[in-house]
């Protein structure tokens, strides 16, 4: 029996040791940690139970048939954050370069059913040099049934990427098909086609990094949505962001204890907005003065700043925070911030993640940039998924509620349960001195500055809108957070269904 044990042990040190020692270091002098490494920090301790350690390649052809490496590229199994289930894989480049072959396809696919089956998140870790070349086609093969299974099983569990290397041509796809991805700044990429094929093809000189790296991904192409430093730093985030999670759509949204009071007042929202409607003010601090402990995770905090998304508690539930940011383009809707919080306002909604929607929005962006590529489609994603959602929605106008943008956040035509204004709050079809200078066209300046002024005592106000029931209640600044957790008390049971249908036709 004490052979057997050793035999064992033996084998498992073997696997442990993925490609071995020398190319172990060899990752390490890239900055980056092995896939093993990588799960001791995202997941409690001790708590990984690996399976499938000693899965090999099937491969024959390019001396494969000599090669073979216990785990075949991919540690996986599950284990638990904070106490809650996880399930993992985590690519190993030290392993013919972590490239997928068929076996390594399957053990990933059966990560995700494994975690289908149960309702728990699955994390994967990327970190591959794409298809494994001397497999061909069955490579290919294994991709397409990881991506069909990220497919079915998006909506249903959290699915989180962390790309810590290479991860190009098709399988960018498996990532960008899961929920959210966070990237390490300069040691992982992502891209169609690398820099060697751009230049063959465009001529254009581009480094990996410029071209699909972490900077790149989570400013221009909102591909990515959190950027870290490093591998350990990514990781942590990841454990933080997993604590917000629902494990499944099964699941009401996790609950952690909080000494923060649900009824704080924050007297300094009294004075928050400026007296002149067109000096910005910075929304973070209205979201971080409403959630319990000011803990607030924010997603693409670097693209389309105009609109703030991000994860925060109310009494120790999780909420997701959808917020015009007056600092940036004046908090304007433009098709970058449609798409961002259209596609987050989803997520919440698959999640059962109660949505809280801070507005102050002086429309869509004007501009043939815009009209021209398609701000009508885009700016009609986030419509929609409003309408669409059926979880709890508490919205709070801050200060500007301007034409259509009105309608858009979240307002009481698209299903708001709670729409509450601050007295600040001005709910109109436009800006005072634009309404004025169409209906008074050919005055004189007088004219205009009177009638400005007379519009702007009509309706820079919320009480127009509250008399005809489009907002809720007025409510005083200070007492945001109170009347916040008070509305997600009331709306716990809330029951709202869509009509039947296959699936919606959402502007894409
Ligand atoms: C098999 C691979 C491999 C691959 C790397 N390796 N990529 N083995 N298939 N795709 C092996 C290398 O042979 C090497 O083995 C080890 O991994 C480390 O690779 P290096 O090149 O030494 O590392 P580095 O210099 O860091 O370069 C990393 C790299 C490069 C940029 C990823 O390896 C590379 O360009 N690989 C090929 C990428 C590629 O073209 N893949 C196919 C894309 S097409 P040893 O034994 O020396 O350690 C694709 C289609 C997917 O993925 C379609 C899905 C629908």
Redesign the pocket.
């Known amino acids: 029996m004490s052979d057997i044990i050793a035999q064992l042990e033996a084998k498992r040190a073997e696997a442990m040791l993925g490609?071995g020692q020398?190319?172990i270091d060899?990752q390490h002098a890239?900055g980056k940690l092995t896939a093993r490494e990588r799960i001791d920090i995202l997941l409690d301790e001790d708590s990984f139970e690996e399976i499938d350690m000693y899965v090999e390649h099937n491969c024959v052809d390019f001396g494969m048939d000599a090669?073979h490496i216990p785990g075949d590229g991919v540690v996986t199994g599950s284990g638990t954050i904070n106490g809650r289930l996880v399930f993992v894989f985590s690519q190993d480049?030290?392993?013919?370069?972590?490239?997928?072959?068929e076996r390594h396809a399957e053990k990933i696919c059966k990560v995700l059913d494994n975690a289908m089956k149960v309702g728990a998140p699955v994390i994967g870790i990327n970190d591959?040099?794409?298809?494994?070349?001397?497999?061909g086609v069955a490579?290919?093969g294994?991709?397409?049934d990881v991506?069909q299974k990220n497919v079915l099983a998006s909506g249903v569990i959290p699915q989180l990427s962390l790309i810590m290397?290479?991860c190009?041509?098709?399988?960018v796809?498996s990532p960008a098909m899961t929920d959210f991805i966070f990237m390490v700044k300069d040691s992982s990429y992502m891209f169609v086609t690398?820099p060697d094929v751009v230049k063959t093809v465009t001529n254009e000189i581009v480094t990996?990094e410029e071209l699909g790296g972490a900077v790149t991904h989570t400013t221009k192409t909102s591909v990515a949505d959190v950027a870290y430093e490093n591998d350990i730093e990514a990781l942590l985030a990841a454990r933080d962001f997993i604590d917000f999670m629902p494990l499944s759509n099964r699941e009401e949204v996790p609950e952690r204890p909080t000494a923060d009071p649900w009824d704080r007042l924050e007297e300094s929202l009294d004075t928050l907005i400026p007296d002149n409607a067109n000096q910005p003010y910075d929304m973070h601090e209205v979201i971080r003065k409403m959630v319990d402990e000011g803990d607030f995770f924010e997603v693409q905090p670097a693209h389309a700043g105009n609109i703030i998304c991000g994860f925060g508690r109310m009494e120790g539930a999780t909420v997701g925070v959808v917020a015009n940011q007056p600092m940036v383009l004046a908090g304007c809707l433009d098709i970058n911030a449609s798409k961002k919080a259209a596609r987050f306002v989803r997520y919440c909604d698959a999640f059962n993640i109660p949505i809280i929607t801070l507005v102050d929005v002086p429309g869509f962006l004007p501009g043939t940039s815009q009209e021209h590529n398609g701000i009508i489609k885009h700016g009609a994603k986030l419509l929609f998924a409003y309408a669409e959602a059926t979880v709890p929605k508490i919205t709070i106008i801050t200060r500007k509620a301007y034409g259509g943008a009105y309608d858009v956040m979240a307002s009481k035509h698209l299903r708001g349960d709670l729409n509450y204004a601050w007295p600040t709050a001005e709910i109109a079809v436009m800006g005072a001195k634009g309404a004025v200078e169409i209906i008074f066209r050919g005055k004189t300046p007088e004219e205009i500055a009177e009638k400005t002024q007379e519009y702007e005592a009509r309706f820079a106000n919320p009480f127009i809108a509250a008399q005809k029931g489009f907002i809720d209640e007025v409510i005083l600044p200070h007492s945001t957070r109170r009347r916040v957790a008070l509305g997600l008390r009331k709306l716990r049971n809330k029951q709202l269904e869509n009509p039947w249908k296959k699936h919606d036709n959402i502007p894409l």
């Open positions: 490609g020398k190319r060899s890239k090669q480049f030290t392993v013919f370069g972590g490239s997928l072959s591959s040099g794409g298809a494994r070349i001397q497999e490579s290919l294994g991709y397409a991506f290397g290479p190009a041509g098709g399988a796809y690398g990996q």
